[in-house]
């Protein structure tokens, strides 16, 4: 069984990396690019766990070890 | 109009974050997680462009910026 889990910085949390990217889209002519947000994507392997024990476990997971509360949010789906 | 982009490294190429983080689930109890890739996940913002136009530039984008082909491959999304 796969999870995966996205970690983005809250929306009212500046992404500097994100603007980066963004400026240097711009300055390559993709100036249809209006904003940039840059996260993490992590693709977990699970084994031995019922689909209900692992989406507790992967909660806990990101909640507690993957995002950081004070400035990201998290969300997951538990995949085939 | 949203474009969602995932750049993950090849199924190939070793990922030395994924294996650490790996590791400290293991020891924080997390013995079910057999393996962890960690990539990374674009959220763009565009303007002015059709469904078509938004999806040939959001894939030379990935391609050209976001992406080192060498090692690491992408997919992507267009969304509302």
């Known amino acids: 069984m796969k999870a995966h889990i996205w970690v983005m910085l809250k929306p009212t949390v500046l992404d500097p990396q994100g603007q980066t990217i963004q400026h240097a889209l711009g300055s390559l002519g993709y100036q249809s690019v209006r904003d940039v947000r840059q996260g993490k994507f992590f693709v977990l392997d699970l084994d031995g766990l ?3 024990e692992a989406a ?19 969300r997951f789906e538990i995949v085939d």
Do not use: D, M
């Open 50 to 52: 019922s689909r209900e």
């Open 56 to 74: 507790g476990q992967v909660e806990r997971i990101a909640r507690e070890v993957l995002a950081n509360p004070v400035i990201e949010q998290f």
